[in-house]
């Protein structure tokens, strides 16, 4: 941590911080610079959280030189994670590629929906059965009789499934039936929930939140893995900006962020990024060949009667399509799909 | 609900999108124009959530015309709200203070800070037990404990208070102990946090998300209301931009525009708005003359030992030269101080 | 200047990094940390403009600790600026309001204006001349005629008049006609035209662009002070936000963070800010409150028939109303209007 | 053009808007819904422009059906474009590679970069010999001497150029030693430039301003356009966002938009935005494979030396293993490389 004085800084209020730096049982190392002092603070970070040194009298900004997550970090845990969700992994050369539909509204519509994403090649199945929707008049999902349409999916086709939990009740229902939770955009920073979820050791899909930095989001994946579990695999699904285009805008750039500050697996889903099913191909390409470690691709045998975000989702046939386009560009770059 | 045709769109189109409208025991009105036609949909709205007409061919793009919120909205409830929390009334041309410490940490610091801010001439005491903090490692709060200062801070000065709720456990706690529910920006789209705030019946102050519209917004509001719960307060924090000399941007707009679309009262908060002790005078009393039914205040009996949002929190004797500057600006706008 | 070493940065890293400041006739204090080393850099900082040294191994990351403006910085010229328009003064406890129609449509139109913003007690006539327009097929400005009619006005009048200059040919047109020129947001960082309308030393209206920082504001200010001309104001006019409800989002804490980092008037436009009319008054209210220099409001004879932003303009009814009502406030808060 | 109604809205202002519409020549079409009356508009779109329907009596809002640009529109030129630039062809199925350093500083510097991305395969040499710069104490180009280099340049490799351009006065330099103008995103919406590069015929590379939607760079286009001059190439070189781990976000989503709303080519500019070495690599085959026309790739013989930008500028060597791994992933996607 720096401690960057203010211009004419008194000599009692730079005396002053180091004083309160060294009474925390840390060194401070003072530069005085023609226009400005700085002060460098040594030693055990976990004294510092908190300090609020920003508020003393001739301070002008601190500036933090540490990430504050560690177990989600590259610098303390180089090699790349691999994620393992029933008998599919994560990670590692690996490109996994999730598919269903944004809801599960039947039984017949998510085993249609099963059989023909895996014939296509998809590697896990999933499905919402509790649906975080923006107005409460639309439909709010099936819940826990949408998780028995899952566990039947995968006794089906012996995909694994993922489901995402929105509230206690639903992880506690949820792990009854699926291999993986994942954890919305809406609730990345729902921190009970990320402690939650983290409990069951379940692996935990983390999707990015409309607004959050990439910052933030290692530090909700640091919430998870604090509870003991290191599963944690992160999906990139946009972020919210004043482009009108498309529903978000995808941040590809946060693929080769994430391989250089965390050893976390990302995917990406264009279909939530864009909400609108021409572009998913095109950024399913792209996602692929930037190095993300797989993709989540909205599929529905009937997009037009979708009761959730049908304009993104593709058809079958689309989904078998893209598959077959994307595995010569995943030899090219040495993934495995 | 307006659908707008592609550029020579075949009347096949055009016919079968008639079709599934009036299937839907809706009329469809089409107006053809020389480059575009497009057709009006007239008939229960309801009917129309989730048709994904996009989807269907040379569907350029639907339009909405009328808000997804009913209960929260202006044009059914033309009169603004009265919200009372203890014997403090929100709306209807009060301007109401809300302060204290970001989080709770002690019962001296509570009761001196509660009497302090009294004195000074707030009407509300918060406090937080249950913080949501972006690293798992910074201070939590007191939970439980925290809340029993908080219902001895209200038993010594009178004054109601109010506490951030962030789980159902967090709601099943505070109940027994404040009289106001904060759902704070994180959790502004944890619609189940909503619904079970809802639930409970007291006043609930609902912060805006970080990237939430105002749309959205009036939507959680909607969650809390259709649970038979009127009393919404809404606080405008600041929202998420790329500008970095304020923690985030107050968009002070919001005052005018809920006042256009909503009836709920709406309060400023631009301790977190900004972040930085100095920009919290003067948006506060910007924040009164814009027309806000109140402000949000962080105070502290001493800042720099505040463990959490130390930098942004007003000693008090700042806080009482602030209320004094704004008496005379809410005689001014008619507002009850 | 602090450079941030990357965790177990080796030790020929670390003095490569040092000898390259030394080289530049710099000092480097460096401190060791437990994590991670920093370097500090000591003495005249445009010797370390453009030195690049992210770029060698282990290099985490390079602080700034200085700004890179120097005479808009309050920090090396403390007192408040006053800027002479004419016969009026901006800055030093002054409120002064710009107002007049978004483009000059007829001689008519603004003579009218002109005579009866100033009977409302407006200080400035502001008229566009050259208008910026997103499509070509838009009205773009009478150019030099609107010039004349500027003039005119002001002979009329004796207010001062402002006009936007989008090139260096509208420049030498305006030089003749206006008291000051306006830098529009679409031009903030045209570095060209900023050093042209520099070099007339005619008084600058710099309006903030779409999506700058306050940073690259006052730097863009830096352009015009640099050529000589210390005669700038500051316009905050909204920035470019995922808010849709109004046209920009007003970012207000701009007035306290101007005050505090620089010596040049602020004054706002809530015209352009929001695009709707109904909001323009609460604003102007709010932006006088929270400690801005001035207002720009547009106002014309019949807002809709207006050809360029009529739905923010107010009538000139509205306007004296609105006037009427900021009297009162800016005796508050000793703004002299 | 649709017009919605308020709710309750009187029948006189239904029927005043009516007559306005009706006055101008156009066709209205009334539906009335339950809660609220549309008016459809049908007719020449040029008569409707600054109508300012917003502003009467009842109107809720004005909804726009057709884009405001005609000749950048893919609706009325289905044909993708292709721009000839020297011996180049951008568009058309080929896979252009712009490359070479941020700002030309000398001879040497810049025919050592010309020859090795000639070898390396790039197609064109980009320099910038007028820099716009946040900072008027950076380095500000070598201007038309800059110019003259890229000359020579191209007489000794053969390679077209490309040079940005940010006054008439540089524009009237740049036509007589280069292929190309670039406009920049500072630019963008610097109509004045705009028409004047269109004057001069020659091909104009477009960037995209830093918050510029993907409809007002096409309606800029449209600008060059409507001067006569077809030959305009767009570049997408990020928007700015609140995230700061890159120093843009690169908006790979415009590449399939542009394709679906313009006939015009459309290149990646990974340098500029991301601003990160490290990451130009990934961005850059992601950008081919998700369907771009080509690459803007910052190159220099000696980063860690370069006047502007060298954080993010490739060596020689990394040039040519970035085009090498991009052959065979043209080669798969059809794009001629």
Not at 48 to 58: G, H, R
Not at 70 to 97: Q, R, Y
Not at 147 to 174: H, Q, W, Y
Not at 202 to 221: C, F, H, M, Q, Y
């Given at each position: ?22 009474s925390h049982g840390l ?119 949408g998780l028995k349409f ?153 997009p037009s009667c979708a ?31």
């Amino acid at each position: 941590m720096i401690i960057v004085m203010k211009p004419r800084a008194k000599q009692d209020s730079i005396l002053r911080i180091k004083n309160i730096i060294e009474s925390h049982g840390l060194d401070a190392h003072i530069s005085t610079g023609k226009q400005v002092t700085i002060i460098g603070v040594v030693g055990d970070k976990s004294k510092l959280q908190d300090l609020n040194l920003e508020i003393y009298e001739d301070v002008e900004k601190i500036v933090a030189v540490t990430e504050s997550y560690k177990l989600a970090n590259k610098k303390f845990h180089p090699d790349p994670s691999v994620v393992t969700v029933g008998n599919v992994k994560i990670g590692g050369g690996n490109f996994v590629i999730f598919s269903g539909p944004c809801a599960v509204e039947s039984k017949d519509q998510l085993l249609a929906t099963a059989h023909a994403i895996k014939k296509a090649g998809a590697h896990i199945l999933r499905g919402g059965a509790y649906k975080p929707r923006t107005s409460p008049y639309s439909f709010q999902g099936l819940e826990e009789e949408g998780l028995k349409f899952m566990k039947e999916a995968r006794d089906e086709t012996g995909l694994p499934v993922v489901c995402e939990v929105t509230s206690l009740n639903a992880i506690e229902a949820a792990i009854k039936y699926v291999d993986m939770l994942q954890i919305g955009a809406r609730n990345m920073q729902n921190f009970y929930l990320l402690k939650e979820a983290g409990k069951t050791g379940l692996p935990v899909l983390l999707k990015r939140g409309l607004s959050a930095t990439i910052d933030e989001w290692l530090n909700a994946a640091e919430y998870i893995i604090a509870e003991g579990n290191p599963n944690v695999v992160l999906c990139e699904r946009g972020i919210r900006t004043f482009e009108t285009a498309t529903r978000n805008t995808l941040d590809i750039s946060a693929i080769p962020v994430i391989k250089e500050k965390s050893h976390l697996p990302i995917i990406v889903d264009p279909s939530h990024a864009t909400g609108v099913r021409a572009y998913v191909k095109p950024l399913a390409k792209g996602a692929l060949a930037t190095g993300a470690d797989g993709l989540m691709i909205e599929t529905h045998p009937n997009p037009s009667c979708a009761l959730s975000d049908g304009p993104q989702s593709l058809t079958f046939e689309q989904f078998e399509n893209l598959t077959n386009e994307l595995k010569p560009i995943a030899d090219l770059i040495d993934r495995k799909l």
